[in-house]
């Protein structure tokens, strides 16, 4: 039977797997494992394919979010704003400093923030806003960056989903005041393991950070603050400088099979996340919207393709956020979103035939329901 699944590592290590090994057999025998050159090369690099001054490498995508906040000092007493329909990471993070998360609903087009509702969320303890670039479409930054400037609170980009996304031409991530990457191995910026980093463009925020991902040290032996281990190892530092090169043509292809699927799906009831015209999105997720979501669901695993939900359960009903006294009905987009949502495969390596062949089974799911209106 034909598959279609979600992920081909294979493909992300050719065409040049041998010298990548050759380098990472010289590193395992050399010992320089911690904050190495290849770490540095890392940083210098992604911090220019994101236009942004300063990259630092750490743990994970949760720990950039995390480590970001608590360089901005934000903790016990202040409020951050983010939208209820991301990944728990965004708003575990928040809720890691002691300080209290704030939600809003999504746009019931773009499933991004929705900036009216973040107006209605502001408050004198407002401290930061986390628009999340979801699925890999930017957030129109320049509303939410110009409120930011008028009521004195930061923006920090989550762009776990987006690398090498643009909007208005410029990357995603570099244009708050900080913005945090996952290089999860799901990513479209895949690491072997468990790994994030953080860009900037403001030499304090940089600064605090380095201390913050080394438990506070400024120098040695010199504590400064109560910080975190999470640095980027230098092992997975060097698999992504290896990706990096490609990552532009990686997400072009990504558009490419995005187009198709817009194509091969245009006549039957579902519907896609907006388009809009000034934006470069990356198409981490592929994500269709049908109201007969679990159903079709099940015909496309039955048929073999590996179609997954992202995500079935919105933040503010979750056991883990219970007491923060959110309850169902209060961000109506974010449920619906959460019931009606379906990712596609998406891969750089997809071929039209496996476009065509996922995109057959999406239809024969409605062919088969009208004939079964129609009995
Ligand atoms: C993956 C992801 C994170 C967390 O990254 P990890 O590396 O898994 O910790 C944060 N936010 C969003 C939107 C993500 O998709």
Redesign the pocket.
Known sequence: MRQCSRYNYRAQFQPSFDMLLKDLSAMLLAGDYVLSSHVDEFERNFASFNGSAYCLGV???????LIVLRSLGIGPGDEVITQAN??H??VA?IALTGATPVLVDADDESFLIDSTAVLAAITRRTRAIIP?H?FGKPTPMREILAVSHKKDFLVVE?A??AHGARINGRRVGSLGIAG?F???P??NLAAAG???AIVTNDATVARKVEQIRALGQRGPNEHVAVGYNSKLDSLQARILSHKLARLDDWNAQRRRVAAHYRDALVDIPVSFQRQDADEEHVY?LFQIRCEWRDDLLAHLKRSGVDAVVRYPVPIHLQPAFQHQGWSRGQFPVAERLANELLCLPIRPDLTEGDVGFVSDCVRSFFDHAIARRGA
Request: aromatic share 8%; hydrophobic share 35%.
């Open positions: 743990n994970s995508g949760t720990d950039a979010l991301t990944f990471a965004t993070a999340v979801l989550d776990a989903q945090c996952s290089f999860h799901s990513k468990d790994a994030g981490h």
